[in-house]
């Protein structure tokens, strides 16, 4: 994303969840067309339509299977680096045409590189979408990467580091626990790339990237908003159905992870931090890895554990002992490839960072040896449903939940079975679930400290 701020990764660690909460419907709203349809492009370009006609405006995104964990060996950082290079200029618009003219109508355009997509989205009116489909068709194929343009937008890349990740000292322990946590997996390595790598890019690597991933056959269109599938169907046959074909890819086999034979800490002091905080990580399957039925189990063990004010370790913690400012745990789902579960805490007051760590290892041990009850467990689906439920009042949620799974291994059926998933785990498989993979033996814990200054 060109401007943003890079979330910790604990932040982000329940982000398919988090992109489905949103402001409740309205009381007595037109009902939501739930017609989704999906089609393939003659060279291979997947489309998704997702029809909501209560406000006339459309999403409109590109999602390519291509993120920070596919770079190859010592070009760390080129997938976000690319990103920024799609809005410089091509051989039909100079940079900057597309902000303007989204500008122009009152939308917002935007993208965003994660470890395992890349997106590209506008939100317009529905008479701008052909003009949208035009815009990212031509730039999928036809960018102009001059040695200028890219040393430009290399500085502006390495000045985000410096500002984002080198001068926020959360930001840098969190860089340090995930290249810990993973041992050889590549989502050890942070999506903005090594600033030592970064400084090496150039228009060679960037052209070889942009020619190996950037083809219809590597990417999923999702439009979502005042729109019906034939419409979307014709305008992407115009503009989309006429750029060739890439080379075809092979699949996305990535390095695993060895199993977990330690518990690993990482320590940051820092004068400029006035509150302790930590938090607690471990390795565990992501729904694209996971055995039937254990992810949802992890969703619903994290809601449980830490998913809000509700939550075990919110209501002891906070509420009763008084010893936290704030907690909570999460799982990070949607991936690829194996990802991670996590709970952090922050202590309030004279509370000590080591009372509250063992209070938050007390709770997951609760998990693991007694199980959820029959009641809490019903009370974190009915949360869970809700979400899906909630998420339908906003078609860029739809958009992006869809693009997300779709880009991770998951399917459109995928998407419209969850709920009925989340409704079939039983406590016994979230208490197997933190038996399981909630080892406080095999943790990797992160500890951010203040520092006097000398």
């Known amino acids: 994303m060109r401007v943003r701020k890079d979330w910790p990764r604990r932040m982000m660690l329940a982000a398919s969840l988090i992109a489905l909460m949103t402001t409740p419907t309205l009381a007595k709203q037109a009902p939501v067309e739930n017609t989704i349809s999906q089609f393939t492009l003659g060279n291979g370009m997947q489309v998704v339509v997702i029809p909501d006609h209560r406000a006339p405006i459309v999403t409109h995104m590109v999602w390519y299977k291509i993120g920070s964990a596919d770079e190859p060996p010592g070009k760390s950082g080129i997938a ?22 989204v500008a122009d109508i009152g939308g917002n355009d935007n993208a965003f590189t994660s470890y395992d997509f890349t997106a590209f989205h506008e939100t317009v009116p529905p008479s701008a ?64 790339g090594w600033m030592q790598e970064i400084e ?51 699949p996305r086999v990535r390095p695993k992870e060895p199993e977990k034979t330690t518990a690993r800490s990482v320590t940051l002091a820092d004068a400029r931090v006035s509150v302790p905080n930590f938090s607690m990580q471990w390795v565990v399957p992501s729904y694209n890895t ?25 209501q002891e913690l906070v509420v ?35 009372d509250v760590e063992k209070a938050v290892g007390i709770e997951i041990e609760k998990i693991a040896r007694d199980g959820v009850s029959t009641d809490e467990l019903e009370r974190a689906k009915n949360r869970y449903i809700r979400s899906m439920i909630f998420a339908r009042d906003r078609q860029d949620s739809m958009a992006n939940i869809y693009g997300n799974v779709l880009t991770t291994g998951g399917t459109i059926k995928d998407v419209e079975e969850w709920p009925e998933r989340i409704r079939k785990v039983g406590a016994d498989e979230v208490k197997a679930a933190a038996q399981r993979y909630l080892l406080l033996d095999k943790v990797v814990t992160g500890y951010l400290l203040p520092k006097a200054e000398n």
């Open 200 to 250: 090496q890019l150039n228009r060679v690597d960037a052209k070889a990237f942009y020619d190996r991933y950037y083809a219809p056959n590597n990417a999923v269109l999702i439009v979502a908003g005042d729109v019906d599938a034939e419409a979307v169907r014709k305008l992407a046959e115009e503009y989309y159905g006429k750029v060739p074909r890439g080379p075809d890819l092979p």
């Open 80 to 101: 976000h680096f690319f990103e920024h290079l799609m809005f410089k200029a091509t051989s039909n618009h100079p940079a900057g045409a597309l902000d303007q003219a």
């Open 129 to 192: 979408l052909g003009q949208m489909m035009g815009f990212e068709a031509d730039r999928m194929r036809n960018l102009v990467l001059s040695d200028e343009a890219v040393a430009t937008e290399r500085d502006v890349i390495m000045e985000e580091r410096r500002s984002r990740i080198d001068n926020d000292p959360q930001a840098q322990l969190d860089e340090a626990v995930n290249a810990t946590l993973y041992m050889n997996q590549p989502y050890r390595i942070p999506v903005i």
């Open 290 to 314: 996971a055995k039937s039925g254990e992810a949802e189990a992890l969703d619903l063990l994290g809601e449980i554990l830490g998913g809000g004010s509700r939550s075990r370790l919110y």
């Open 320 to 354: 009763k002992q008084g010893i936290a400012a704030s907690v909570g745990a999460g799982f990070q789902g949607r991936a690829l490839d194996d990802t991670v579960f996590a709970a952090y805490a922050t202590p309030r007051g004279t509370a000590k960072l080591a």
